[in-house]
Each structure stands twice: as C-alpha cells, then as structure tokens.
C-alpha cells in the first residue's frame, strides 16, 4: 500500500526566506501526486500536481512553485515566502481508490 | 470546471447523535468519496462508493452513490467524542483533469461529551 511521507511537521520562517517542502512516496510506483494547501479549519486548495518526473501542473498563480525531481519524490518550494504563505500543506498520491494524504506540514510565515 | 457543494459548513451535536452530511454536484461522477481530517493530520479515506444507488457502511458511518450519480451523503449514527473532525467529500470523474479527485469544503464537526 501507499505510503506519504512530509517533513518537517511544522516550521516557522521569516517573511522573504526561502522554503523547501519534501515529500516522498513509499509502495508505488510512479504515481500521480499533489500538493494541497489548507487554511485553518477550510477546505482543501490544489496547488500542483504530478503525473511523472519533470511534469508539473499549476492550478493556482502564486508565490509557490513545485518540482518532481525523483519519481518518487516531490518538492514545493518558494524562492521568497509572503505572509499569505502560511497555512497546512499536505502532499497526497493517487491510488486505485482515491487519494492518500501525508501527514502535513504547519508553515507559519513570521 | 466541476465544483461539489457540500453542507453543512459546520455542525455542533451533542454526544450520543446522528450525523447526516451531504455533497451534490452538477457534474456526474463515477466515484464518490467520504474521508475525514483529524486535527493537525492529513486526511484518512473512511468510504469509497463506485455504483449510482450503492450503500455502503463502515462500523456507525453509512454513505451513499446517489442515483443520479451527482449527490452523495454520509451518516455517522450514535456520534462519538472522536468522531470530531473535518469531513471532506470527494467526486472522481476518470474522463478529465487527469482523473484527479474534486473535493468538497468539508463539514466541520464538533461534539460535545
């Protein structure tokens, strides 16, 4: 079965700091990737999604920008984080019924 | 594009009551999805629907595929203090977006021991 791995948990970064959220996949290969952000107590907003390596779909303009180095590794970066870049970040994998979520990561821009 | 409304936004029950939660679309769907958010985790795939008209339980939570494949509900009997969380629904259609999930805003549930 499919396995989502995030780190960090939580991180608090100053205004106009870089940042680098990993994400790994573990039992699959290949699969469809996402990354969602959510605001607190809100619903899920996609930001990008992978169908393999090096191929990355944009689904909201924004501060953010996301790559797939590894087939089984995605990365959501910023060059400069705003305020408005603080919320929980989930990474998910497409399975054969639906989606598995990691565990999230807590941004919170100072 | 797709868009799924679900209701309600929020509820507030008291231990020991029925849930109902529902989602409808104006697109038709050919999977349809329950999963629930614990605070400060990702979300958690409670049920998964694949036929118009299909019930299916899992302990106290009971869903639906609606029939005319735009709607779904989700029943949790007898609620529990654990039971707390944000419930997402989510509709697949495999024909576009790369066969990516919609997912609704969630029904936050909150109960009182």
């Known amino acids: 079965s499919q396995t989502i791995h995030q780190w960090p948990a939580t991180l608090v970064q100053p205004v106009g700091s870089p940042l680098s959220l990993e994400c790994t996949v573990e039992?699959?290969?290949?699969?469809?990737l996402y990354w969602y952000r959510q605001a607190a107590g809100r619903g899920l907003q996609l930001l990008f999604y992978?169908?393999?390596?090096?191929?990355i779909s944009s689904e909201v303009p924004q501060n953010l920008s996301a790559s797939r180095p590894q087939d089984r590794q995605f990365i959501l970066s910023s060059k400069k984080l705003l305020l408005s870049d603080s919320g929980f970040y989930l990474c998910?994998?497409?399975?054969?019924?639906?989606?598995?979520f990691g565990s999230g990561t807590r941004l919170t821009v100072v | 594009g797709q868009q799924l409304n679900q209701s309600p936004q929020s509820m507030f029950i008291q231990e020991g009551e029925d849930v109902s939660m529902n989602c409808t679309s104006s697109s038709i769907f050919n999977t349809w999805l329950w999963y629930k958010q614990d605070p400060g985790e990702g979300p958690v795939l409670l049920i998964a629907l694949y036929k118009a008209g299909e019930l299916t339980s899992n302990g106290r939570l009971t869903a639906q595929f609606g029939i005319t494949r735009k709607d779904s509900f989700l029943n949790i009997s007898a609620s529990i203090p654990s039971d707390v969380g944000i419930y997402f629904c989510?509709?697949?259609?495999?024909?576009?977006?790369?066969?990516?999930?919609?997912f609704g805003k969630g029904t936050k549930l909150s109960v009182k021991p």
């Open positions: 989510a509709g697949l259609n495999y024909g576009g977006s790369q066969g990516n999930l919609i």
């Open positions: 992978s169908v393999g390596i090096g191929q």
């Open positions: 039992g699959t290969s290949n699969p469809n």
């Open positions: 998910a994998g497409k399975t054969g019924i639906g989606y598995t």
